[in-house]
């Protein structure tokens, strides 16, 4: 008679239990972990030694963070799982810093938030784009100070409600009031909270995919879209990857494996494939980030052009 548990086992239970074939793939992890680390050591120190503003350095460095990070926790979910909440805690928060910082770097790339209105003042920002652009029946925007800072607010929120409504639903599972994978019923909260992080997650989606759509053609020469892309692989691992994990650990897939039941297994192999992947994405941040990067504008001649519309507005109104 089986006798698997939906708790996660200790370390000594585990490696009693692992198999060769469920071993070896996280060894690989581990070194492709290893090697992601390597990879950004190399990345932090061309960008220390060609990129001069210091502000632009420490965007880049945070950015291309984030694959070590997502590396390193998911190798610990792996080897000791009971430090998977702790890790899955730790990744989102710092995707969500992520996701904020690539909106505040794509602002610098006009100058500011001045600059960016002033250049994009003819254009329109798309509200009807994934993941919300068939529920909406929104028409393109102005871009405005007005829309801009709705869409701004919209990632903003992600930094907050994601990770808080994590640790919350850890807490409970420390208090044993929360069972992972059991998120269907309304039962102590977790299923609130974990509709409000869902909610959250696509609100920050949909805001920075307003803002990406609305500036990429201004920034032909910042290859915007491969960082963009980047950044959304990693959203869309970390959050959609385990929903459907999940549904299938209720079909027994993959199967009952000594004292760990198939959502306990399924966990093992979303950060497996989690390590798998961010490998995969560096490299593509890599060839995306490591390069130097032409002016888009030259930002007194940027000013200037500012200052003068700003002065001809006044001396209109005088």
Known sequence: ?????????????????????????????CALA?????????????????????????KFIC?????????????FAV??????????????????????????????????????LYVMSDEKMPFRV?????????NDLPFNRKYLRIATIMVLQITIIKPVSLFIAAVLWTDDQYTPGDESAPKNGVFYTNLTGMISTIAGIWGIAIIYRSTRPK????????????????????NLQFGIISLLARNDIPECSGTRDSLVRGYRLHHTML?????LVSILARFAYR???????????????????????ANGNV
């Open 219 to 238: 920034l032909p020469a910042y290859r915007i879209g491969l960082k963009f892309i980047g950044l959304q692989l990693v959203l869309i691992f970390l």
């Open 275 to 279: 390590v798998y992947e961010a490998f």
């Open 79 to 116: 080897l000791i799982p009971r430090a998977t909440f702790l890790c899955e805690l730790v990744a989102a928060t710092y995707l969500s810093f992520c996701i904020l910082l690539f909106v505040n770097m794509i602002v610098s790339y006009f100058g500011g938030t001045k600059n960016l």
């Open 34 to 58: 290893v090697i992601v680390i390597g990879i950004y050591f190399e990345e932090i120190w061309f960008i220390l030694h060609h990129y001069p503003h210091k502000t632009q350095r420490t």
């Open 291 to 313: 390069r130097l990067e032409p002016e888009l504008l030259s930002r007194l001649e940027l000013e200037n052009e500012v200052q003068k519309t700003d002065d001809n507005k």
């Open 1 to 29: 008679m089986s006798n698997c548990s939906n708790e996660f086992p200790t370390t000594g239970v585990l490696y009693d239990e692992l198999t060769v074939g469920e071993l070896v793939p996280g060894l690989i992890g």
């Open 130 to 138: 994934p993941p919300c652009c068939c529920l909406f029946c929104f």
């Open 63 to 75: 950015l291309l963070g984030l694959y070590p990070v997502v590396c390193i926790t998911s190798s």
